[in-house]
Nanobody, 124 residues
Framework: QVHLVESGGGSVQPGGSLRLSCVAS????????IGWFRQAPGKEREGVAC???????VFADSVKGRFTISRDNNRGMVYLEMTDLEPGDTGTYYC??????????????????WGQGIQVTVSS
């Protein structure tokens, strides 16, 4: 089981930006598919952005054109760049790794290693 730790969350006004980072306790990040998920109060955890090892990327429709997922395999880091944030983006964000995700979807069932989550609040 790979240990994941997120950072970079916080409070921001609508239209603002945040960059979430996730450090993975493995020297072999390159063999894993990566994902970011979020959970709002009273709602199920949902996929935000997922990328397999071949850089096939799936975004939730609500974040397309605003969010970017990336990785630095040498540093064991996963990133989520979030721009033009909206109140609907508020929630706890989780970094996750998968041994093999289905490249056309971004769902929790495909991911086995999870971070503890970090809060993002978008409010005026």
């Amino acid at each position: 089981q790979v240990h994941l730790v997120e950072s970079g969350g916080g409070s921001v006004q609508p239209g603002g930006s945040l960059r979430l980072s996730c450090v993975a306790s493995t020297p072999s990040l390159y063999i894993y598919d990566i994902g970011w998920f979020r959970q709002a109060p009273g709602k199920e955890r949902e996929g935000v952005a997922c990328s397999d090892i071949h850089r096939n990327i799936v975004f939730a429709d609500s974040v397309k054109g605003r969010f970017t997922i990336s990785r630095d395999n040498n540093r064991g880091m996963v990133y989520l760049e979030m721009t033009d944030l909206e109140p609907g983006d508020t929630g706890t964000y989780y970094c996750a790794l998968a041994g093999r995700m289905i490249p056309t979807r971004c769902v929790t069932a495909d991911f086995g290693s999870w971070g503890q989550g970090i809060q993002v609040t978008v409010s005026s």
